[in-house]
């Protein structure tokens, strides 16, 4: 049995549990998404904005992924909102498998809106489904206009790129319509937010259009 | 066969042709570093003015790695190197295997200092040896201070750190202290370097450190 044969049956399974996940949210009438960036782009302050905007208006649950430490998920216990925490020691990508086991932790009714924060890492995550509606990247413009091009994976499987920090444009060297164009090089369908987590600008822009996917 | 038999049959195979780099790597008297970061942290910045350094003084050559593009090997051919880019197609780690194929195409008599520019990942490549005398991270200000617990695979198996980018640090939310300190937490034996590519601050430092290295 050759490695490329249990790589496709690990995606298999996953696919698989995906389904199941799929089923669940949409029985729930939840909507998910799935945000996946490099390590520090800022996955964590945009989910951050999120909250703060949906508050008191539409009921949200989330998934925290990361390699160690649960410091993302005390960030957002502070929003007080139903949080849950997957270490994966030293995975580098979440699979369907461990957000199904999370979600024994996670009472979905009236929950219309479900975040998954994936581990920080450009490469892995992509090829993995969590059973999620949409897949969100997340850019910065500290990492330079030229990461689409060099790590094309998720940007092709993602709905929407939210470009961040763009309050840091004037001090480095990237070029706003240059990541823009590479990302819709790459994936002419992306829905493009330009926003800074710090300013907050570019957050309602995001917010509206996340709602309008909501149901009733 | 299960997944996790695999997976250390594959880390045994790679630990096996990275010995043979290794003992190449010697015969050559050349010394090897592994550059590792998250994307967009910077390694080819810092490679640049590494490169910039030891014009003249010291033979270098670079491989390049790559998820996709050759963008990287073309920005270091300006400074008249030799430089090989390797192209994972998707893959989120260079293996010594493909380091040892890419060697084919690098002639290292004479050359004393050979640069391995790892695909930015800052979880897959902290476990696979190449056949380095070291790693080296590179973490970018703009990352935040907290990286180091949340990824502590690829610093606890760095032998040095470069904190790139502070410059930027009036405009970030990121404290040098709590990010060395954190850094430190994991990995108590690392040589710390800050640095920004930008105005060249601490460029020196890190290069008569690097030179240290290097055989006569």
């Known amino acids: 049995m050759s490695i490329v044969t249990i790589q496709r049956k690990v995606l298999e399974k996953n696919d698989e549990i995906a389904r199941r996940n799929r089923e669940r949210f949409s029985q729930k009438g939840t909507f998910v998404i799935n945000l996946v960036s490099s390590p520090g782009s800022g996955k964590t302050s945009v989910l951050e904005r999120t909250l703060e905007y949906f508050e008191g208006k539409v009921r949200l649950a989330v998934i925290e992924g990361d390699v160690q430490t649960d410091l993302d998920a005390q960030r957002i216990a502070r929003y007080h909102v139903p949080v849950v925490q997957i270490v994966t020691n030293g995975g580098c990508h979440l699979e ?85 164009g590479n990302a819709l090089k790459i994936n002419p369908a992306l829905k493009v937010f330009e926003m800074s987590c710090t300013t907050k600008v570019g957050v309602p822009e995001w917010c509206r259009w996340l709602e309008e996917h909501l149901s009733g």
């Open 96 to 180: 369907a498998k461990l957000v199904e086991d999370a979600l024994t932790n996670v009472d979905l009714r009236g929950v219309r809106l479900l975040v998954i924060e994936n581990v920080g890492n450009l490469v892995c995550p992509s090829n993995y489904d969590l059973g999620e509606a949409m897949k969100v990247v997340v850019a910065s413009t500290t990492e330079g206009d030229d990461k689409p091009l060099k790590y094309p994976g998720m940007f092709l499987h993602s709905s929407a790129l939210i470009i961040n920090k763009t309050d840091l444009l004037p001090y480095v060297s990237c070029s706003l319509e240059v990541l823009k």
